[in-house]
């Protein structure tokens, strides 16, 4: 995990806090409004969206995509 990369996955646990911190923007396929990425995410101050079903199945490591968090949108850019 690099800086400003974004974390995918299909939940966070204590144990990915280090990738957390470096992470421009966290997705996850599981997940709610109080769930650990979105506390998480909310005190690091950094763009979250969560409980997408099928984020990790879309994408793939290396593609560059684009978060828009106040919308809950995830696009890929060609």
Known sequence: MNQDDILLS???TPDLL???K????IVTNLGDLICHT???AR????LCIVGTGNATEIFK???L???DAANG???KII
């Open 22 to 25: 470096k992470a421009a923007a």
């Open 65 to 67: 995509v684009e978060v």
């Open 18 to 20: 280090p990738a957390m």
């Open 73 to 75: 949108i995830i696009r």
């Open 38 to 40: 979105a506390i998480t």
């Open 10 to 12: 299909q939940a966070t």
């Open 43 to 46: 005190e690091l101050k950094i």
């Open 61 to 63: 490591y290396g593609d």
